[in-house]
């Protein structure tokens, strides 16, 4: 099957690339930067949470090459539990960039007040409490089982009924993806309408990368949470899943490409950059969020000046 060569290698290019890319990511903003925007700490924490499930990827890795689970039940409940706290951390991160965005552009003068250091840790502090409550029931559902002819352990998913499974997953899909990119949709169909209305002085450069970010986010999560949606919808359906079905082993290479999307921003931050990546060396990044402090501020509307009657 080349379902589970193909795993390997998304996993093996998301470790390559993620585990360097969000270290470094971390390095430039905590040494690099002086002052911290609110963007920065965003995007701080967002490669925190990259790198927390990139760390569990080589157990991953290993219980995919060799076929088998050995790393116990409290290693299988850990990190899984894991990756769902860096699922809900991450979409609820990126839902705060496009508020954030959304409030500079709809209420600037609302926004330069709100918009400090003490309110962005309150809300980052919100975030994380929120992602470790939200993704307790990883841990409830998920043990170690023997497979059926007794030679291999799999760390899988087991439900007391198939009601609680299709539960389980739905509640997944609507709180992991589903509701907060709702408001992300919202708040950029907002940010479109009203600049469409008006003329902004914006960052360009900041408002790219938040789309990117998102846009990135979205094209990686998006086919795990369709395969648990259809699997909901088949168990209420009370159609039995069969072994060697295609959608449950295409899963397996949807749950490796949300390892990608881990990976994939320090790329995007580059992209972003631009000439940066050149004139600034290895402090690009934080010359990317350099100025995003003020973005608030640059999203007044021009107010136009009152002619000078000719004397």
Partial sequence: ???????????????????????????????KMRKRSVTALLVLNLALADLFVLLTAPFFLHSVARGTWVFGLAGCRLSHYTCGVSMYASVLLITAM???????????????????????????????????LLAIPVILYRTVTLTPNNQTLQCFPKYSSERVKAFHLLFEAVTGFLLPFL?????????????????????????????????????????????????AGRVLAGRASLAGDPLLLARHVFIALAFLSSSVNPVLYACAGGGLLRSAGVGFVAKLLEGTGSEASSARPFRARPLREPR
């Fill in 1 to 31: 099957m080349f379902i589970i060569p193909l795993t390997i290698v998304i996993l093996s290019v998301a470790l390559a690339v993620g585990l360097p890319g969000n270290g470094f990511v971390v390095w430039s903003i905590l040494v």
């Fill in 98 to 132: 496009s508020l954030d965005r959304s409030l500079a552009v709809a209420l600037p003068f609302v926004s330069q007040k709100v918009r400090t250091k003490a309110v962005a840790w309150w809300v980052l502090a919100s975030i994380w409490v929120m992602s470790l």
């Fill in 183 to 231: 408001v992300v949709v919202a708040s950029y169909s907002d940010i479109r309408r009203r600049l469409q209305a008006r003329r902004f002085r914006r960052s360009r450069r900041t408002g790219r990368l938040v789309a990117l970010i998102i846009l990135a986010f979205a094209a990686f999560w998006l086919p795990y949470h369709v395969v648990n949606l259809a699997e």
